[in-house]
């Protein structure tokens, strides 16, 4: 399994968290028990393969830090997102944007850019080329606001 298919899952993790208020922990091993994630693989390719144990160590990282600073990373979303209320932004497009923050913030081995890149794609593919737009507006003006050594 790739990282991006890994993002992929967190996307899915941090948005399906958003629904049941379930804690982190509880959604990634539940989610990602061989045989809820086995039935999960006959609907979406991102479940064909396992997570690695590194990739493992990933999702419970950026699973667990969007759910402890979501309104930390919502703020941010709000600044950038002039014009818009955050409650008229989707579920999976705040999720896609909270993990793309929270990479940015405190995830070490993903480049700025990468995290900008990824959500981009993951709004267009989920959301559509507008939503894929607008992302990259509100990731973009973020990015850029951060000291040169976190960008």
Do not use: C
Request: zero cysteines; glycine letters at 6%; charged letters at 30%.
């Amino acid at each position: 399994m790739t990282r991006a298919n890994a993002r992929e899952l967190a996307v899915h993790l941090i948005y399906g968290r958003d629904f049941t208020g379930e804690e982190p922990e509880q959604v990634v091993s539940v989610r990602l028990a061989k045989e809820y994630y086995a039935k999960l693989s006959e609907e979406n390719d991102v479940y064909a393969e396992r997570p690695s144990r590194a990739q493992m160590a990933y999702l419970d990282r950026v699973v667990s830090g969007v759910a402890n600073r979501t309104e930390d990373l919502n703020a941010e979303i709000q600044k950038y997102s002039i014009g818009w209320d955050i409650s008229r932004i989707s579920r999976l497009t705040r999720a896609i944007m909270q993990l793309a923050i929270f990479e940015i913030l405190y995830v070490e081995d993903v480049p700025t850019g990468v995290a900008v890149s990824e959500a981009v794609r993951l709004a267009k593919k989920y959301d559509g080329d507008d939503t894929g737009s607008f992302v990259n507006g509100i990731l973009g003006a973020f990015a850029r606001s951060l000291p040169s050594e976190e960008a």
